[in-house]
């Protein structure tokens, strides 16, 4: 199942290669593949490759949120082109209440394109997920660059409003059956009873 970020997070089209995410079946999990423009704005984390990295958002970056938006409970994974990761669990709207969980994740830049591979575990993932969005960030100050799978409408954009991936409103219809098969049952964890 692939994913194209064509928009900014104001529904403005993109000026470069889409974004593209691609889901599919994983051993233990779901498989997570980025193909992106490589902006190399800012530059790499000051972290390992392969390690959570905190406050990846402010780096080069794409990330996918799944949620149950019965309960608000969501999945945030942040992977960038130098290797870093930031996964969260989320109970409530920007309520992270787990944060730098491990993933198996690499990248590899090549010229000025790069790709992401990560396996990001099914206990990670929300009991009935049934919504999810997708963003992209790169640039510094005033050319940072924030992009959306599904953004905020035109019509909804309200004068002063600046770029928030936690409304939860403007995720869409998304089913881990769609991409597992319609008989798979997703395990249960413990992480998300609190």
Not at 117 to 136: Q, T
Not at 165 to 176: K, N
Request: charged content about 20%; glycine content about 10%.
């Amino acid at each position: 199942m692939d994913f194209k970020i064509k928009h900014t997070w104001d529904s403005k089209p993109v000026g470069h290669d889409p974004v593209t995410i691609r889901f599919s079946p994983g051993d233990g999990g779901l498989k997570m593949e980025v193909c992106a423009p490589f902006f190399n704005d800012p530059p790499a984390p000051p972290g390992p490759a392969g390690e959570p990295f905190p406050g990846l958002w402010d780096y080069e970056v794409v990330e996918s949120f799944f949620l149950n938006s019965s309960n608000e409970k969501y999945l945030e994974v942040e992977v960038c082109p130098h290797g870093q990761h930031l996964v969260l669990l989320l109970d409530g709207i920007h309520n992270a209440f787990i944060q730098q969980l491990p993933l198996s994740y690499s990248a590899v830049i090549t010229g000025g394109r790069w790709k992401g591979e990560g396996l990001i575990p099914w206990k990670y993932f929300p009991p009935g997920v049934d919504k999810m969005n997708s963003y992209a960030i790169h640039g510094s100050g005033s050319g940072r660059t924030y992009e959306a799978l599904y953004p905020v409408p035109k019509e909804d954009l309200q004068e002063g409003q600046g770029p928030d991936f936690h409304r939860l409103e403007y995720f869409q219809p998304f089913r881990l059956q769609s991409i597992m098969g319609e008989g798979w049952v997703q395990p249960e964890c413990d992480l998300w009873k609190r």
